[in-house]
């Protein structure tokens, strides 16, 4: 069984930066794409980010493009998600996912961490 492990979340100021990371307990890290959702309070779970198992694809959300970026690293089993520009709006729980391909839709993932806190004040 994969488990994750977000870390790396804070509070940080808006146009900062933060670098999240998602370790992988499982033994075969290399055969899952990985990505990273989003929750703020009170609104639904959103898709940010996605990356292929050879991490010759990736896939962002409109909101986070050009700011954020996903990227792994298999002999580690590590994820990362360097989010530059920070605004406000990004402050949510992010959890850190690994499923069949990359995609925007929750059911594509099969496992899914705790998620770690991203507070970005103004």
């Known amino acids: 069984q994969v488990q994750l492990v977000e870390s790396g979340g804070g509070l940080v100021q808006a146009g900062g930066s933060l670098r999240l990371s998602c370790a992988d307990s499982g033994r075969t890290f290399s055969s899952y794409s990985m990505g990273w959702f989003r929750q703020a309070p009170g609104k639904e779970r959103e898709f940010v980010a996605a990356i292929s198992e050879n991490a010759e694809h990736t896939k962002d959300a409109h909101s986070v493009k050009g700011r954020f970026t996903i990227s792994r690293d298999n002999a580690k089993n590590m994820v990362y998600l360097q989010m530059n520009s920070l605004k406000p709006e990004d402050t949510a729980i992010y959890y850190c996912?690994?499923?069949?391909?990359?995609?925007?839709?929750?059911?594509?993932?099969?496992?899914w961490g705790q998620g770690t806190q991203v507070t970005v004040s103004s």
């Open positions: 996912v690994a499923g069949l391909f990359v995609s925007d839709k929750e059911d594509v993932y099969i496992y």
